[in-house]
């Protein structure tokens, strides 16, 4: 069964501070993805990875930075969070080539006050 | 820009009831898509997919959902909803533009009244 597990599941931070998310899957699957879940914007891609130490901006990667220096493990980087940034997290793992289904951890709520 | 659409974004039906939810996207070349269902305080998991063959794809609890290529549409279906499929569903497509990506559409809320 795969599992994809993220450090936290609720984390209140301030302005201004830096925050990790961490990610971690046990599959050995090589692509990983950091969502982040607004209501009513559904699920929008921060960054995503298909290898160790290579990385890809989705979508909204403005404010994230992201690091991959082992195959499981996939991390957010919110350099100086913002309150804009409150919001559900979803870390997510696929096989490279086989389906595209991905795996989702439990999301991570981040508050930003 | 490729993009995915389901029109509800909230739905109440009761048990019993038949379920329909609208999925459309925007893109003519090749796709696979999928919906995934989250469950109140779960992950989100996949119910079901479809890449080729039957448009006709049937998935986990009783839940269909039919690819019809000429209007561009995944529509979830199910015949009878329960208390227990009270959930957010979220259509995917994931498409080839230079690497594979997938688009999630914005969720739609189902509650069923018991």
């Known amino acids: 069964d795969v599992k994809v597990t993220q450090s936290s599941r609720y984390l209140v931070k301030r302005t201004g501070e830096k925050v990790f998310l961490e990610c971690v899957q046990d599959?050995?699957?090589?692509?990983m993805f950091w969502y982040r879940q607004d209501p009513g914007l559904g699920l929008r891609l921060i960054y995503f990875s298909y290898d160790v130490k290579m990385k890809e901006k989705g979508d909204i990667p403005e404010g994230y930075s992201v690091s991959r220096e082992k195959k499981e493990r996939f991390s957010l980087i919110l350099e100086s969070a913002s309150t804009n940034q409150t919001s559900m997290y979803l870390c997510?793992?696929?096989?490279?080539?086989?389906?595209?289904?991905?795996?989702f951890g439990p999301g991570t709520r981040l508050t930003v006050t | 820009a490729q993009s995915v659409s389901q029109h509800n974004h909230h739905v109440i039906l009761s048990e019993a009831a038949s379920l329909e939810l609208g999925c459309n996207y925007s893109y003519g070349g090749t796709v696979n898509l999928f919906w995934y269902v989250q469950y109140p305080g779960q992950h989100l998991q996949l119910l079901l997919k479809y890449f080729s063959g039957d448009p006709l794809v049937k998935g986990i609890k009783g839940f269909e959902a039919e690819f019809i290529k000429s209007k561009f549409s995944f529509n979830l279906r199910k015949p009878s909803v329960q208390w227990s499929d009270t959930a957010e569903y979220f259509c995917?497509?994931?498409?080839?533009?230079?690497?594979?990506?997938?688009?999630f559409g914005a969720g739609t809320r189902l509650f069923v009244k018991a």
């Open positions: 599959m050995d699957h090589e692509n």
């Open positions: 995917a497509v994931n498409l080839y533009t230079g690497g594979f990506k997938t688009i």
């Open positions: 997510a793992s696929s096989h490279r080539d086989k389906d595209y289904e991905q795996y």
